[in-house]
């Protein structure tokens, strides 16, 4: 019973953070809460403000808006009035382990290249101080493929600050666990410079995907497999 509270109460935020967005022929586009149903030849859909439309299911650039959203399924046809299944969630796939080397996090060939946005507005943001934990936590997340990401000071000298864009469940889950990997790692390696994470995630369009702040302690829970990411997700969440 608790485990399905979690899961519901993720499913909620996930349809908040992640809209369903629906493209037209025309290069307009909806933000729906979830995919639209064809009812008839007409599209039935839930924008993301809760207002229910409809628009003839010819308007709709199919291939365009199944590429755009991956994570979505197939519109179901509906000719007897009933609503479709409820889609089941992807599964999250787990991470590889960081390499090890001679008591120090090594560091990816590829750092100096990295193709990381700074978010908007925060270009004057410094760096965290300490060059081996950018390069702990730049390994860990290239290697998730999250590459869109700025490592920074956070609100003390010992906190780290990640600002990350995440535009999907699976990004934020890997964002979350391979953080937590790394935080663990550095407390494993008894690595003073730092002690806590900020974590900012957001979308492309800049909306919110999840702020966390989370110390040794609950990252151990998560990375040692304690806690699951889910759980994670709903109890350190700060929205």
Do not use: C, H, W
Request: glycine letters at 6%; aromatic letters at 8%.
């Amino acid at each position: 019973m608790k485990r399905l509270l979690i899961f519901l109460v993720f499913l909620a935020f996930s349809a908040a953070l992640f809209p369903y967005i629906i493209y037209l022929k025309d290069g307009s586009t909806y933000q729906a809460r979830e995919k639209y149903r064809v009812d008839r030849g007409m599209a039935i859909i839930t924008l993301a403000n809760g207002t229910v439309i409809s628009v003839d299911a010819e308007l709709i650039d199919t291939a365009k808006t199944e590429q755009a959203n991956k994570s979505g399924i197939d519109a179901e046809v509906i000719t007897d009035g009933t609503s479709p299944a409820v889609p089941t969630q992807p599964k999250v796939t787990s991470l590889g382990q960081i390499a090890k080397g001679g008591g120090e996090l090594s560091s990816p060939s590829t750092l100096g290249t990295t193709t990381a946005k700074p978010a908007a507005g925060k270009s004057k943001e410094a760096e965290f101080s300490d060059e081996s934990v950018r390069r702990a936590f730049a390994k860990i997340f290239e290697n998730v493929n999250l590459f869109e990401y700025k490592i920074i000071q956070g609100s003390t000298p010992s906190t780290v600050r990640i600002n990350m864009t995440t535009d999907n469940e699976k990004d934020v889950f890997n964002a979350l666990t391979a953080s937590a990997r790394v935080m663990n790692e550095l407390r494993e390696l008894k690595k003073q410079s730092v002690t806590a994470l900020e974590l900012y995630l957001s979308t492309t369009s800049g909306a919110a995907a999840g702020r966390f702040t989370f110390d040794m302690t609950a990252a151990k829970s998560l990375a040692e497999g304690e806690t699951t990411v889910e759980q994670f997700f709903v109890t350190q969440v700060l929205f």
